[in-house]
């Protein structure tokens, strides 16, 4: 496929930010694929063969606990890719497991290309070492805020980490997926659900969540979600390859 034509079809800001002689190089180790909701990318001690960077579905760093319950500690959309410990020279993780949560398109990558690019090219790491960087502040943060603050403004913000991903207020999850995500109790999600609609900010039925209100949103939640954008823009800004 021709750089030209491959780079009509990618929004993921990652891949945008690449030096364009870097992008047309692995470009040939690139495909675009469709991930169905609930799909597992990689299990605790696999190596990473392939990294994911997504165009218009989001994807869940999560935990599980020996007692079988799990917790999100990343989310990952548009602005990211998942599989950093492929160029962070560990290939192999021993407690991360990565779901789809809302399905969609994804550039997937062959991970030893961009590992060489990685360790000659400056130019690259100047792309990928602020992201991780921010990837880093968001589980931070996430950390912070599950322990902090209360359900009612963790689900507002995690909807809004949703929303800002995919660029939709329409967004298809199920209360049992957010309760896992959360690492909370589906009844929980349910209150805090039914206060959120009770004040007219979403609107839920089987599956899906619609958002109502965007600011009010905002508002109903803490300020884990600004702090973590803020910083995506500080490290990441608006680099493009045009711009280069």
Known sequence: MSYGTFHMSVKNCLLDAMPREVYEKLAPNMKQVSLQRGHMLHHPGETIEDLYFPIDCVISITITMTDGRTAE???????????????????????????????????????????????????????????????????????????????????????????????????????????????????????????????????????????????RLEAAACECFSVVKDEYDRLLGEKRRGDR
């Open 73 to 215: 500690t990343g989310l990952v959309g548009r602005r990211e890719v998942i599989g950093v410990n492929a160029f962070m020279g560990g290939r192999e993780t021993t407690q991360t497991t990565y779901i789809v949560q809302v399905a969609g398109t994804a550039i997937k990558m062959d991970a030893r290309p961009l590992l060489e690019e990685f360790d000659r090219n400056k130019d690259l790491r100047d792309v990928l070492l602020p992201y991780t960087q921010a990837l880093i502040a968001q589980i931070s943060q996430t950390t912070a805020c599950n322990r902090l603050h209360t359900l009612e403004q963790r689900l507002a913000r995690w909807l809004l980490e949703v929303q800002d991903r995919v660029e939709s207020n329409e967004l298809r999850l199920t209360q049992e997926f957010i309760a896992d995500m959360l690492g909370v109790r589906r009844a929980g999600v349910t209150q805090a659900a039914q206060k959120l609609q009770d004040s007219g900010i979403i609107r839920y039925a089987r599956g899906h969540v619609d958002i109502l209100d965007l600011q």
